[in-house]
C-alpha cells in the first residue's frame, strides 16, 4: 500500500554541518551574574549529504513532494550574541542567537535575500543539585535553508552525575 510505504530521508549523521569562522571576538560585560560574549566576522559553512532529502510538500497536490539535499559550501557575514549569569549560587542560565548570511554559496538555490539567513537561538537552565549532580534545561530553534526551510525545535531534560574515582 502506498500509503505505508517507508522512505528514509537521510542517512545517520546526515545532514553534517562544519563551520568555521574568523573575527573579532568580544567579552564586553565579565561578571558572575552576567556575562556578554559577541563575535563578528566572517565565516563558511559545509553541508555534507549523500543522496538525502526533506519534505518539501505542496499541499495544493495529493502526493507529498521531496527535496534532494546536495553537498554545498557557503561563505558570508556572521555574528554571535551569548548571554550568561548566576540566578543564585546553584542556578545558572545562558541565551544565545547566531546568525550566519551567506554571500556565496556554492549550488543554485530559488532561495534569496533573508531567506538565505541562517539562525540558531538557544537557551539553558542549570540547577545544581548537589555537588556531583545537575539538572539542565536545553531549548533551541534553528533554520538551516538549505536543509529545511522551516523553523526546527529541540527541547532537552538532562540529569548530570559525575564522581571522582581518585
Known amino acids: 500500500k502506498p500509503a505505508l510505504t517507508r522512505i528514509a530521508l537521510t542517512q545517520p549523521f546526515e545532514p553534517l554541518l562544519i563551520r568555521e569562522s574568523a573575527g573579532l571576538f568580544a567579552k564586553p560585560i565579565a561578571e558572575k551574574k552576567l556575562e556578554l560574549k559577541a563575535k563578528l566576522g566572517v565565516g563558511g559553512q559545509h553541508i555534507l549529504m549523500r543522496d538525502g532529502y526533506s519534505i518539501k510538500d505542496d499541499e495544493a497536490t495529493p502526493e507529498r513532494e521531496y527535496l534532494q539535499l546536495e553537498t554545498s559550501t557557503q561563505a558570508g557575514a556572521e555574528l554571535d550574541i551569548g548571554l550568561a549569569g548566576a540566578l ?3 542556578v545558572t542560565w545562558s541565551a544565545g542567537a547566531e546568525f550566519f ?15 538565505l539567513l541562517v539562525t540558531e537561538l538557544s537557551g539553558k537552565l542549570t540547577v545544581r543539585l548537589a555537588k556531583w549532580a545537575s539538572l539542565d534545561y536545553v531549548v533551541s530553534a534553528k533554520r538551516i535553508p538549505l536543509v529545511v526551510d522551516e523553523w526546527q525545535v529541540q527541547n532537552g531534560l538532562m540529569l548530570t552525575v559525575g564522581f571522582d574515582l581518585i
Do not use: K
Open 88 to 90: 543564585s549560587e546553584n
Open 101 to 115: 548570511y551567506p554571500l556565496y554559496t556554492s549550488i543554485d538555490t530559488e532561495l534569496s535575500g533573508a531567506g
